[in-house]
């Protein structure tokens, strides 16, 4: 099983990035997927989560209205869509997948999870 996480990069506040995260050996359509992100000194917390089956949705609190999770089931894609970046956003961001249904959604949002991408790192400046 291998996640592929890409997309990140420098941007300055405002500004807007869409993270990816391609998986293999694995069918997203059937697993919860999960964005995370852990900045210098503080740890891993969750971003937002599709969880499956039932396709709900949970974001946390201060990326709500500006992130949208999303999922390509023919290319088994995962999607992050992050518009009005601000500086507290800076950090690295993950991609995870897990075999189990989060009930409710926000179980999503708590790092435990199957499998992992390496990574991709989001810079916003101000």
């Known amino acids: 099983v291998q996640l592929q996480a890409s997309g990140g990069g420098m941007v300055q506040a405002g500004g807007s990035l869409r993270l990816s995260c391609a998986a293999s050996?694995?069918?997203?359509?059937?697993?919860?997927i999960g964005w995370f992100r852990q900045a210098p000194g503080k740890e891993r917390g969750g971003v937002s989560c599709?969880?499956?089956?039932?396709?709900?949705?949970a974001y946390a609190d201060s990326v709500k209205g500006r992130f949208t999770i999303s999922k390509d089931v023919a290319t088994n894609t995962m999607y992050l869509h992050m518009n009005n970046l601000r500086p507290e956003d800076t950090a690295v961001y993950y991609c995870?997948?897990?075999?189990?249904?989060?009930?409710?959604?926000?179980?999503?949002?708590?790092?435990?999870?199957?499998?992992w991408g390496q990574g991709t790192q989001v810079t916003v400046s101000s």
């Open positions: 599709i969880s499956a089956p039932d396709g709900n949705t």
């Open positions: 995870a997948a897990d075999e189990a249904s989060k009930s409710p959604a926000a179980w999503g949002l708590i790092p435990i999870y199957d499998y």
């Open positions: 050996g694995i069918s997203l359509e059937s697993y919860t």
